[in-house]
Nanobody, 125 residues
């Protein structure tokens, strides 16, 4: 049973930074592609960043240069370091995992992922 638990969200002023964490259990990171998604009220869920099993990363254009995805495979923790936050970054942020063998639509496409956390809220004012 795969379980993903996000933490690290909160309220921050524009220009500030936050680091999100996603603690995973029930599988090993090396077999999965992991991603961060976000959803603002009234908007569709969008892919923010992803990292695959060989460490290759993908980022949405809106966060390139500001966000960094990383993972601690030994601890099974996924991170999203966010800098230069602005109000447009306000959203619920979700951690997601894609098992090897799933139908693949791309690293920043939500239907590529079959495991999701409950989310952590990020508010930028």
């Amino acid at each position: 049973h795969v379980q993903l638990v996000e933490s690290g969200g909160g309220s921050v002023q524009a220009g500030g930074s936050l680091r999100l964490s996603c603690a995973a259990s029930g599988y090993t990171y090396s077999s999965y592609c992991m991603g961060w998604f976000r959803q603002a009220p009234g908007k569709e869920r969008e892919g923010v960043a992803a990292i695959d099993s060989d460490g290759s990363t993908s980022y949405a254009d809106s966060v390139k240069g500001r966000f960094t995805i990383s993972q601690d495979s030994a601890k099974n923790i996924l991170y999203l370091q966010m800098h230069s936050l602005n109000p447009e970054d306000t959203a619920m942020y979700y951690c997601a995992a894609a098992a090897a063998g799933v139908v693949w639509y791309g690293p920043l496409v939500s239907k590529s992922y079959n495991h999701w956390g409950q989310g952590t809220q990020v508010t930028v004012s």
